[in-house]
C-alpha cells in the first residue's frame, strides 16, 4: 500500500530556532500534500494545501510567513517552522495523494515538536 | 456549513463490552466521503473505513461495523467485544467533493477499554 514517511518523528529544541520537517511519498507521485496540526487532546486541524510546483495554499488564520511550505517535487514536501516559540509546539501531520478526485490521502506517522 | 460533529468526548467500557461511537455531519455536497481514523497514543493516524456518500450499506470488518444513515446525517463505528487493544482516540471525518480533498475532522472520542 501507499506509504508516506515523515521525519523526524520528533524533535525538542530551543526557542527562536527554525525547525523543518520533511513529508515524502515513498513508493507513489504526490500531486498534493497537506499539512495538519494537533495541539494536545484536540483534533487535526488542517494548515495549509500544497500543490507540487506551486505555492502552498493556508487555511484562514495560519502565518504563512511563519510555517513556510515548500514541494518542490512530486515526493517531497517540507514544513518550516521558522523561529519557532513555546505555543508552536504540537503534534504536525502530513499526508499525500495524488492526482485524481477519488484518491486517498494517506498520513505520514507525525512530527512531535516541543519548543523549550 | 461543513462540519463533523463527535459528542461523546470520552468513553469508558469494561473490556467485552459493545460500545458505538457516534458521528453526525453536515455538507452542502451530494457527493462526499466519510471516514473513521484510530489515533492510539503513539500518534500515527490508522485508517479504519472510507464511505461515500452514495453507498449506504452498512459494512461488518470483523469486530467493527459501520452504520450509515443519510437520513440522519450520521455514520456511527460500533466496537463489539471490544478489547484493551482498542484503546485510542477515535476520528470521523467529512471530504466533501466541492473541497478539493480537504479531510474535515471531528473532535475526535477517547475511548478507554478497561481491563
Known amino acids: 500500500g501507499a506509504v508516506v514517511s515523515q521525519h523526524p518523528s520528533w524533535v525538542i529544541c530551543k526557542s527562536g530556532t527554525s525547525v523543518k520537517i520533511e513529508c515524502r511519498s515513498l513508493d507513489f507521485q504526490a500531486t498534493t500534500m497537506f499539512w495538519y496540526r494537533q495541539f494536545p487532546k484536540q483534533s487535526l486541524m488542517l494548515m495549509a494545501t500544497?500543490?507540487?510546483?506551486?505555492?502552498?495554499?493556508?487555511e484562514q488564520g495560519v502565518e504563512k510567513d511563519k510555517f513556510l511550505i515548500n514541494h518542490a517535487s512530486l515526493t517531497l514536501s517540507t514544513l518550516t517552522v521558522t523561529s519557532a516559540h513555546p505555543e508552536d509546539s504540537s503534534f504536525y501531520i502530513c499526508?499525500?495523494?495524488?492526482?485524481?478526485?477519488?484518491?486517498?490521502?494517506?498520513f505520514g506517522d507525525g512530527t512531535r515538536l516541543s519548543i523549550l | 456549513a461543513q462540519k463533523v460533529t463527535q459528542a461523546q468526548t470520552e468513553i469508558s467500557v469494561v473490556e467485552k463490552e459493545d460500545v458505538t461511537l457516534d458521528c453526525v455531519y453536515e455538507?452542502?455536497?451530494?457527493?462526499?466521503?466519510l471516514f473513521w481514523y484510530k489515533q492510539p497514543p503513539s500518534g500515527e493516524l490508522v485508517f479504519l473505513i472510507r464511505?461515500?456518500?452514495?453507498?449506504?450499506q452498512n459494512e461488518i470488518s470483523g469486530r467493527y461495523s459501520w452504520n450509515f444513515q443519510k437520513s440522519t446525517s450520521s455514520f456511527n463505528f460500533t466496537i463489539t467485544a471490544s478489547q484493551v487493544v482498542d484503546s485510542a482516540v477515535y476520528f470521523c471525518?467529512?471530504?466533501?467533493?466541492?473541497?478539493?480533498?480537504?479531510?474535515?475532522f471531528g473532535s475526535g472520542t477517547r475511548l478507554s477499554i478497561r481491563p
Open positions: 464511505r461515500n456518500s452514495f453507498d449506504e
Open positions: 455538507t452542502r455536497d451530494t457527493t462526499y466521503y
Open positions: 500544497s500543490n507540487e510546483g506551486s505555492k502552498a495554499t493556508y
Open positions: 471525518a467529512l471530504r466533501p467533493w466541492s473541497s478539493a480533498s480537504k479531510i474535515i
Open positions: 499526508s499525500a495523494t495524488k492526482r485524481g478526485d477519488n484518491q486517498p490521502q494517506h
